[in-house]
C-alpha cells in the first residue's frame, strides 16, 4: 500500500492544478462574456491583415 | 455567410448593374443604379473600406442592417478615468446584432496607434477602451464607433452594481474551490468503502481520512462562508432562513468526521459536508448571475438620461449636464437625437419613435403641447422642449426603479423544497439530538458511539436525496423545453408557473409579429402602389418601407422627393404634386377606423387612394388562444397600442378582454391588482413597456425577438414564430410541479426506511453509501421521465 503515499500526493497535485487554473481564468476575467469567446474564435485569421497594415 | 452581399462589397459594378439593387452597407433595398440607402451608410462604408475591414462584411449574416447613424454630442470627457499616462473609459455599445458587430468595432478601434485595449463584450454589451496619451482622444475614438454606425453611451459604473459583480465572482470562486474538493474526496470515499468490504487496514483508512481532513476543512471554511455568513447574520435579527440548517449540518458533520479522525474511527463524512456545499452553491450562482444581468440591463436603460442636453439660456445655447439641467429649462433637440429628459414640446412639429417606452411601433406624430418622454427618439424635425423631469424622476428611471423593487420581491418567493425543508430541517436535527440522548441515557451507550449515531441519523436523512428532488426536476425540464426553443432563465419559473390562471398577452410583437405589411396589394391594378413605393423609397418610416416591400424589387426612384416633417413625402412631377402620407395631408376626408395602420396616396387626376397595413397575428395565435381558452385559463390583453388595433388583434384570436392604451405604470398596477385579488399571473411581452409586468407577474415569458430588456425580466425565452410556447411553457411547469412532489415522496419513504436503521445504530458508512446514491439515483431517474413528455397538447 505504500505506493499511496506516491498516488495520493500526484492525484490531488493534478486536482490543485486544475484548481489553480480556474481560479488564475476568473481572476483575468474570462468568465465575463462567455458568448463573446465563443464567437471570437472566429475571427482570428483577419488580426494578420491588420497588424502588416498598422506597421 | 451571405456571398451576395460579399459579392456585392467587393465589386460595386456588380450592384448596380442589378434589378433589385441594397445599400451596400446595410443592405436594405435602393433605388436601381444608387450605391447606397443614405449618407450615412455611405460614409460607414468608405470607413470600413478604409481601415481595410472588407472582411465585416463577409462575416456577418444575411442582410442584417446596422444601425442608423446619428450624431451625438456627448461630453466625453468626464468619463475617462486617466491613471499612470492610461486612460480608460467605458462605453454601453447599441445596436450590435451578431458577432461580425463585434469584430468590426474592436478591429477598426485597434488600427488606431494610441489604442491599447479594446474589448466588447457580447454579453452585456460593454465595449472597455484603454489608451496611451492625451485623455480627448476618447471623442476621436467614440466617433468611429458612431460612424461605423453603432450609437454609443458612456458609462459610469456604480457601486451597487460593482458589489453584485463582485459577489457573483466570490461565489464562482467557492464554486470551483468546492468543487475540487468534493471530487478528490470522494475518490478518497470510495476507496475507503470498497476497503470496508475489502481487507482495508486501519493504517490506510486512517490515512484517507486524514488526507480528507486536510482537504474538507480549508474547503469547507472557505466555500461555506456564504452559507455561514447568511445564516449568521439572520440568528442575529432572531430569526431563521434556509442556510442555519444547511450550516449546522455541514459544521455537525465536519466536526463529528475530525473526532472519528482522530481517534481512528472507520466513519468520516466529510464527502458529504462538500459535495452538498458544492451542489448548493451550483444553485446559488445561477440564481445571483441571472439576477445580476436583469438589474445590468435595467441600469444601461438610465444612461439615456445621463447625457448632456442642449439647453436654452439667455446666452443662447449650451451644453449642459443632465445632472444640470433644471424643471422648467428649455432643451433643444436635433432631428435624429434621442430624448434625454421628459417633457412637452414647445415648438417644432415631428415624429418621435416611442417604441422604446410606449411598446407603440409606428412613429408618432408630436406637435405643441404634446407629452415626449426621455428614450424616444425625435426623428424629422427639431424640436423645443420645456422640461418636466431630468435623471431618476423621468418615466424611464421610473421604470428601471419598478423593475428592482419587482425583482426584491421575486427574490422573496418561497419554493417548495425551502417550505419542506421548513418543516424537515427542525425534525431532522430534534430526531438526531434525541437518538444521541435515548442511546446515552437508555442504551448506556458511551457518548462517543451515540455521537456517532446521531450523526448518521444527520448523514443519512442528509440532504442527498432532498436537495437532488427539486432541482434534478429542473434540470430535466429546462433542456425538455430547450428542444422545444424555449430557454429558462430562472430556477424557480416553473415552479411559480405552474399555479398559474391568468395569462396576460401584450399585442405587438407578441399577439402579433410586429411588422406591419401591406394588406390591400392585392386587388389593385398595381398602378397606385408602384407609383407610391416610387415616393416611399425616400423614407425609412416602417410603412413606407413595408409598402416597398410590397411593391416588389426593381422600383425606379424619384427625383426630388421631399419629407415633409410628421405628415409625408411629396414630389413636383410634370403633372401636378404627388402626395404620399397622412389622410389631412394628401386632401383625403376623414381617417377610417378599421384598427389598421394606413397612408394615403394622393395624385393629379385620381381620387386619394388608400393604402392599409396590418400587423399580423403570430401564424398560430387563434389556436393557440383557443387550447389556452379550453384549459380554463382567463386571458388579458394589455397593450400601449391603440384601441381599434388591439380591438382588431384580440377579437382575431378570440380575447374578450382588452385594453389599450395602457402605459407602463398602468400594467404594472394591473398585473398587481390581479394578484392582490388572488390570481396567478402569467405575463407575456416584449417591451421595455412591458418589461415592469413581466417582472411582477408570479411567471413571465418573452420572445426573442423582444428587446433585451425584456428577455431579461422574464422568467423564459422562447424562439421562432410559434406561440405555442405559452402552452408549452405551462405543461411542462405542470409536469415539473406533479414530479418535484413524487420525489419529495420517494425521499420521505426512504427516510423512514433509513432512519429506523440508523437510529438503531445498524448504519455503516457502507450502507449509508449504498443507500443514499439509490435514494440519489431513484429521484434523477424520476427526474428524466420528464424528457419524453410530449408538450402543448393537453
Redesign the interface.
Known amino acids: ?1 505504500s505506493i ?1 503515499l506516491l498516488l ?1 500526493p500526484a ?2 497535485a493534478l ?2 492544478l ?2 489553480a487554473g ?2 488564475w481564468a ?1 481572476k483575468r476575467n474570462q ?6 469567446a465563443a ?2 474564435v ?2 482570428d485569421d ?2 494578420a ?2 497588424r502588416a ?2 506597421q | 455567410m451571405n456571398t451576395a452581399v460579399a459579392s456585392l462589397a467587393g465589386s460595386p459594378a456588380v450592384a448596380t448593374g442589378k434589378a433589385e439593387a441594397l445599400c451596400l452597407h446595410c443592405a436594405t433595398p435602393v433605388a436601381t443604379g444608387e450605391r447606397f440607402c443614405c449618407t450615412g451608410c455611405a460614409g460607414a462604408h468608405a470607413l470600413i473600406r478604409g ?3 472588407d ?1 465585416y462584411y463577409q ?1 456577418r449574416a444575411a442582410g442584417r442592417p446596422v444601425g442608423e447613424i446619428e450624431d451625438e454630442r456627448i461630453a466625453w470627457g468626464e468619463f475617462v478615468q486617466v491613471s499612470e499616462g492610461r486612460c480608460r473609459a467605458e462605453l454601453i455599445v447599441d445596436g450590435m446584432h ?2 461580425a458587430c ?2 468590426l468595432i474592436e ?1 477598426a478601434l ?2 488606431h ?1 494610441a489604442v491599447v485595449r479594446a474589448q ?5 454589451r460593454r465595449l472597455v477602451l484603454e489608451w496611451k496619451g492625451d485623455a480627448g482622444l476618447i471623442d476621436e475614438l467614440a466617433g468611429t464607433v458612431s460612424r461605423l454606425g453603432y450609437r454609443c453611451l458612456p458609462l459610469t459604473p456604480d457601486a451597487v452594481e460593482q458589489a453584485g459583480m463582485a459577489e457573483e ?1 466570490s461565489l ?2 467557492a464554486m ?2 468546492a468543487g ?1 474538493a468534493a ?2 474526496i470522494m ?2 470515499s470510495v476507496s475507503v468503502w470498497s476497503g470496508h468490504v475489502g481487507d482495508m ?1 486501519t ?2 483508512r486512517d ?1 484517507m481520512h486524514a ?1 480528507s481532513a486536510v ?1 474538507a476543512i480549508p474547503a469547507i471554511a472557505y466555500a461555506g462562508l456564504p452559507f455561514f455568513r447568511s445564516a449568521a447574520s439572520a440568528l442575529r435579527r432572531g430569526r431563521s432562513n434556509m442556510d442555519v440548517p444547511i450550516s449546522i449540518g455541514v459544521i455537525l458533520a465536519t466536526a463529528v468526521s475530525l473526532a472519528e479522525m482522530l481517534q481512528s474511527g472507520p466513519h468520516a463524512y466529510f464527502d458529504a459536508a462538500v459535495t452538498l456545499l458544492f451542489f448548493l452553491l451550483i444553485g446559488r450562482y445561477l440564481e445571483t448571475r441571472a439576477r445580476g444581468y436583469a438589474r445590468r440591463t435595467a441600469q444601461q436603460l438610465l444612461a439615456w438620461t445621463a447625457q448632456p442636453v442642449s439647453v436654452e439660456t439667455d446666452a443662447g445655447v449650451v451644453q449642459r449636464p443632465a445632472q444640470r439641467v433644471a424643471i422648467g429649462d428649455r432643451v433643444v433637440l436635433a432631428a435624429g437625437e434621442r430624448i434625454p429628459v421628459d417633457g412637452f414640446v414647445l415648438s417644432g412639429q415631428s415624429a418621435i419613435d416611442a417604441s422604446l417606452v410606449s411598446g407603440e411601433t409606428l412613429p408618432q406624430p408630436v406637435a405643441p403641447g404634446d407629452r415626449v418622454f426621455a428614450g424616444a427618439i425625435n426623428i424629422d424635425a427639431p424640436l423645443r422642449l420645456q422640461v418636466t423631469a431630468t435623471g431618476a424622476a423621468t418615466l424611464i428611471g421610473g421604470i428601471v426603479r419598478l423593475m428592482e423593487a419587482a425583482e426584491q420581491g421575486r427574490s422573496r418567493f418561497v419554493r417548495l423544497s425551502e417550505k419542506v425543508a421548513r418543516y424537515y430541517a427542525p425534525v431532522v436535527h430534534l430526531t438526531a439530538l434525541l437518538s444521541f440522548l435515548g442511546w446515552m441515557l437508555i442504551g448506556d451507550a458511551d457518548w462517543r458511539s451515540a455521537l456517532l449515531i446521531a450523526a448518521a441519523v444527520l448523514i443519512i436523512t442528509c440532504p442527498c436525496a432532498l436537495a437532488l428532488a427539486v432541482p434534478a426536476v429542473q434540470v430535466a425540464a429546462s433542456s425538455r423545453l430547450m428542444k422545444s426553443g424555449i430557454l429558462m432563465k430562472s430556477a424557480t419559473a416553473l415552479e411559480r408557473a405552474a399555479a398559474i390562471d391568468t395569462i396576460v398577452f401584450d399585442k405587438t410583437g407578441t399577439l402579433t409579429v410586429g411588422r406591419p405589411r401591406l394588406v390591400n396589394a392585392a386587388g389593385e391594378d398595381g398602378e397606385n402602389l408602384q407609383l407610391a413605393a416610387r415616393l416611399a423609397l425616400r423614407s425609412r418610416h416602417p410603412l413606407c418601407r413595408a409598402l416597398v416591400a410590397a411593391a416588389g424589387p426593381g422600383v425606379l426612384p424619384l427625383e426630388g422627393v421631399e419629407e415633409v416633417p410628421g405628415q409625408g413625402m411629396r414630389w413636383i412631377g410634370g403633372d401636378g404634386e404627388w402626395r404620399l402620407g397622412h389622410a389631412r395631408f394628401t386632401g383625403a376626408t376623414a381617417a377610417m377606423s378599421d384598427g389598421c395602420s394606413e397612408l394615403w396616396f394622393s395624385r393629379p387626376g385620381a381620387p386619394p387612394h388608400r393604402f392599409r397595413f396590418q400587423d399580423d397575428l403570430r401564424p398560430d395565435a387563434t389556436e393557440t388562444v383557443a387550447e389556452l381558452k379550453r384549459r380554463g385559463l382567463k386571458l388579458l390583453v394589455l397593450s400601449g397600442d391603440r384601441p381599434d388595433a388591439v380591438r382588431s388583434a384580440a377579437e382575431a384570436t378570440g380575447i374578450a378582454d382588452w385594453r389599450a392604451g395602457v402605459d407602463p405604470q398602468a400594467k404594472a398596477d394591473a398585473i398587481a391588482g390581479l394578484k392582490a385579488s388572488g390570481h396567478r399571473v402569467l405575463m407575456v411581452g416584449d417591451g421595455l413597456n412591458d418589461a415592469v409586468a413581466l417582472t411582477l407577474a408570479d411567471a413571465s415569458l418573452s420572445p426573442a425577438s423582444g428587446i433585451d430588456i425584456a428577455q431579461n425580466a422574464a422568467d423564459a425565452v422562447f424562439q421562432g414564430d410559434r406561440l405555442a410556447a405559452v402552452p408549452e411553457f405551462l405543461d411542462a411547469a405542470c409536469a415539473s410541479r406533479r414530479l418535484a412532489i413524487q420525489n419529495l415522496a420517494l425521499a420521505l419513504v426512504y427516510n423512514l426506511i433509513a432512519v429506523p436503521l440508523a437510529i438503531a445504530g445498524m448504519v455503516t458508512p457502507l450502507v449509508a453509501a449504498i443507500a443514499m446514491s439509490g435514494s440519489s439515483l431513484l429521484v434523477v431517474g424520476n427526474a428524466l421521465r420528464l424528457g419524453r413528455l410530449r408538450l402543448g397538447r393537453g
Open positions: 500500500m499511496l495520493i492525484a490531488l486536482g490543485l486544475g484548481m480556474f481560479l476568473l468568465f465575463e462574456d462567455l458568448e463573446g464567437q471570437r472566429l475571427f483577419a488580426d491583415a491588420l497594415r498598422r | 481601415l481595410g475591414l472582411s462575416l451578431c458577432a463585434l469584430w478591429h485597434r488600427a496607434p466588447v463584450s457580447a454579453t452585456t465572482k464562482l470562486r470551483g474551490v475540487f471530487a478528490n475518490l478518497l487496514g493504517w490506510t490515512l488526507v482537504i
